[in-house]
């Protein structure tokens, strides 16, 4: 088991930047590889991006490509998400999750409770 927390939403306006964090705590932090999801009200959630455990892979939404980056810490047993030229499309609830290192095929099986993000216009 891994508990996730996110932390760092806000209200930012269009342009702005913003730091989210997901700190993980219970099995090895290292042991699994992490992502960003977000959803917005009335829609699925939808996958921004993912790092390997290593932090030596990421890959990203065609949508946050080049604003966006991924990295994680796990000294500090952490990961996160540094969202520059935000844009009211961005507006969601991010959440962190988990996934097995070990596995065939990627698995979230972890997740935050997320943290809401506002982008004004």
């Known amino acids: 088991q891994v508990q996730l927390v996110e932390s760092g939403g806000g209200l930012v306006q269009a342009g702005g930047s913003l730091r989210l964090s997901c700190a993980a705590s219970g099995r090895t932090f290292s042991s699994y590889n992490m992502g960003w999801f977000r959803q917005a009200p009335g829609k699925e959630r939808e996958f921004v991006a993912a790092?390997?455990?290593?932090?030596?892979?990421?890959n990203y939404a065609d949508s946050v490509k080049g604003r966006f980056t991924i990295s994680r810490d796990n000294a500090k047993n952490t990961v996160y998400l540094q969202m520059n030229s935000l844009k009211p499309e961005d507006t969601a609830v991010y959440y962190c999750a988990a996934a097995s290192k070990s596995a065939s095929v990627t698995t979230w099986n972890y997740w935050g409770q997320g943290t809401q993000v506002t982008v004004s216009s």
């Open positions: 790092i390997s455990w290593s932090g030596g892979s990421t």
